[in-house]
């Protein structure tokens, strides 16, 4: 750190994770392989995306023709533990939990049990124990993948749809409705003119409809159809199963994913593009006046 500040970060991941290989056996001629370190585990709650790879260097590189020989029998992935619960207190030294289909080990060295309980890294640490930090980082152990059974998976299934707050939209509105919906063409056909046209009449324009109530980022009851106005253009709340709830958080938190690891998708997906709309004389004085004296307005995709 006296040379670079960032060093830490770029040391924790010099080793991007490639994907599982397979154990050669042992009477197959292989070169030496890396001895991979524990302190890129996960951090106080263990990581959605354990990284895989040695924190150090590599101790020697592959032979430039190596010895053929007979393909291994996959080895059985083990059971998953229960999954990790992030309002947990009472993790104890040497527990087993399940994220993304990986087990975690919270470590059983003195001290370690303390920060395998707290799901998010608070500052407050450091008064007293000036090494708190490292310790959270390094509480939970990846140890390996695991093969969810089929209880799991439907518990699994059934918090991605019913879980939890849904966070809002991207698509149409992101969080809260974005302020410049994509107006680009679609996979289908494209609008430009032909290199010869053909004379015809110009068809008569569509009339737009009026534009229903502007979104509002502190309303709570929004209910999945609800239709809602920015910037001139329609939104409607994603009627689909779960999506409701996300239409009611104008704000993205991590947090969410602990209870549904689709909760981001979900939320970028909450609100949907319908097309735009004609603001009646009453709406536009009220967005003259939000334009002026309104705080906050929605976040663009």
Known sequence: LERNTNAKEMWDNAWVAVGPCEVMEENATVTPAPTPSPTNGPSGSPTKEPTLGPTSGPTSSP?????PSPTPSPQPVPACPP????????????????????????????????????????????????NAKE??????????????????????????????PTPSPTNGPSGSPTKEPTLGPTSGP??????????????????VPACPP????????????????????????????????????AGWEDALLFLNKHAKEMWDN?????????LTSEEEVMEEDTAVTSAPTPSPT
């Open 83 to 130: 999954a990790y619960d992030y309002t947990k207190t009472t993790h104890i030294a040497g527990e087993l939990v399940e994220i993304d289909e990986y087990i975690f080990q919270c470590r059983e060295e003195e001290g370690f049990v303390e920060y395998c309980n707290q799901a998010g890294w608070d500052d407050s640490l450091l008064e007293r124990n000036t």
């Open 214 to 249: 502007a979104y509002d980022y502190t309303k709570s009851t929004y209910v999945a159809g609800d239709l809602v106005e920015v910037d001139e253009y329609i939104f409607q709340c994603n009627e689909e199963d779960g999506y409701e709830t996300y239409c009611n958080r």
């Open 270 to 278: 909450a609100w949907m593009q319908v097309g735009p709309c004609a």
């Open 190 to 207: 494209t609008s430009s003119p032909t290199s010869s046209p053909t004379p015809s009449p110009t068809p008569s324009p569509q009339p």
């Open 135 to 164: 310790m959270w980082d390094n509480a939970w152990m990846q140890v390996g993948p695991c093969a969810l059974t089929s209880e799991e998976e439907v518990m699994e299934e059934d918090t991605a749809v019913t879980s939890a």
């Open 63 to 67: 032979t430039s023709s190596p010895t």
